[in-house]
């Protein structure tokens, strides 16, 4: 919150003042990517959701899902995205193919809590 004050003087010295109450919000801007090559060649490397402004870090989640639903990365670190394995000790490779997923993050105005889903196509 901010207070905003306005003085008016006429050509006669006479004044006026207004003060206000101005609330800045902090838009949500974030992009999600459709599409990774994770293959070694220093370019779309990892599918990781892209936050601007409007977006609380540390209350971040993001999980990608098999096509039967099966959970195969989960991620509490805005700036740790999914490099296509499978499993956090394993790093098996998973194939080229269509993924599920899911953010959960809180916004920065308020505790209010943000659920996106979508799809992301790996490509090899």
Known sequence: MHQI?????TNE???DTLIKIIEVLD???FYIPNTFTPDNNNYNQSFQPVFTSGFEPQNYELTIYNRWGELIFQSFDASKGWDGTYGMK?????????????IVFQETMSSKMHVEQGQVTLLK
């Open 5 to 9: 004050e306005l003085v008016a003087k």
């Open 27 to 29: 838009k949500i801007i």
């Open 90 to 102: 394993s790093g098996e490779t998973v194939k080229s193919g269509t993924y599920i997923w899911k």
């Open 13 to 15: 010295n006479c004044t």
